[in-house]
């Protein structure tokens, strides 16, 4: 219940707390809509596929270093294997199955440093308002303007191919487009009656961010994940088709993707078979992400009609 604080005639309604917000109930609200929409269900089984591929794939014991079969053998050629081999001999399979691992591993720690950066850059520019907002959002657009291929290839060129400079420079790459989108999701948040009231009473900043402005924007940022590591696994693997990802002789379904196209004439699964799970994550990962959207899209819209009526019987009741 709010408090009511009397000052002579003067009768002042406080709030008790902030506002109901979006936590854990209205995440998993969400994400159930959206899997049972058909475009959350295709999303979340070619992302859940691919994963289950990258992760799990070590775990079979076909070496992705040993000579099977002469190269660009065909499948199941002399012991060749499902995919052929590749362009030293070895099986695609092999190279298949533990070439993901690592890739997954340089993607995730990628998205998480990209939307975790934006996001704060984003919700404090929305915030603070005045000279911290301009000074944030403008520094966004200069780096915006940079494409990111050329912004990871500037830092990887400094002290080359490093996984954490790799991570460091796909993560900072992808930011900004995260701080823009978080942005615009704040402001609205930021004007909130419940916000305001919490800063009115002295309440530190970061508290305020932490426990009244973030869990407020779940759904961006959820949707910003999917989308961050879609294409964090896209750009990590053009980066490692240039030879900037994971030393040989260790597998890589980008490196992959450069060994092999030589030889696509004699066998084509070597290029194909990682392109082809590197295009069904990206579609699974945007395809979930857009469900996502959609269903917080339906739960905001039906909230917004449950508002509005009340509203009309409690002026009809008048």
């Known amino acids: 219940m709010p408090t009511t604080t009397m000052t002579n005639s003067t009768v002042i309604q406080l709030p008790s707390g902030p506002a109901p917000r979006k936590g854990a109930g209205a995440i998993r609200r969400v994400l159930s809509t959206a899997l049972r929409t058909t475009r959350g269900i295709v999303g979340a ?40 081999t590749d362009v030293l001999g070895r099986s695609v399979l092999g190279r298949l199955l533990h070439g993901g691992q690592h890739l997954m591993l340089l993607a995730f720690a990628a998205t998480l440093l990209a939307v975790g950066t934006g996001a704060i850059v984003g919700v404090v520019a929305a915030y603070r308002r005045g000279f911290v907002e ?12 940079i494409p990111q291929l050329v912004f990871s290839l500037l830092l990887l060129s400094l002290l080359g191919p490093q996984w954490w400079l790799l991570i460091l ?6 930011a900004p487009q995260t ?22 009473w002295g309440v530190p900043t970061r508290t305020v961010l932490a426990r009244h402005v973030f869990p407020n924007l779940t759904t961006p940022l959820m949707v910003e994940l999917g989308l961050r590591l879609s294409y964090s696994i ?16 260790a597998p890589d379904w980008g490196v992959m993707v450069n060994e092999n196209r030589i030889g696509m004439g004699a066998n084509p699964w070597g290029v194909l078979a990682p392109a082809i799970l590197l295009a069904l994550l990206a579609v699974g990962t945007n395809t ?17 009609a449950v508002l509005g009526s009340k509203t009309s019987a409690s002026k009809g009741s008048k």
């Open 45 to 84: 089984a070619l992302a859940g596929l691919v994963l289950l591929i990258a992760l799990l794939g070590p775990l079979i014991p076909i070496s992705p270093t040993d000579f099977v079969a002469p190269p660009f053998s065909s499948p199941f050629t002399g012991g060749a294997g499902v995919f052929g």
């Open 134 to 145: 301009n000074l944030l959002m403008r520094g966004i657009d200069v780096v915006l303007a």
């Open 169 to 174: 420079a796909v993560g900072l790459s992808q």
């Open 179 to 200: 701080a823009r989108v978080i942005y615009g999701a704040a402001q609205s948040v930021v004007e909130k009656d419940f916000v305001k009231a919490v800063a009115v």
């Open 234 to 249: 896209v750009l990590i693997a053009g980066l490692s088709f240039l030879g900037l990802g994971a030393p040989p002789p």
């Open 288 to 304: 979930f992400a857009d469900a996502i959207a959609r269903a917080n899209l339906g739960e905001t819209r039906g909230e917004s």
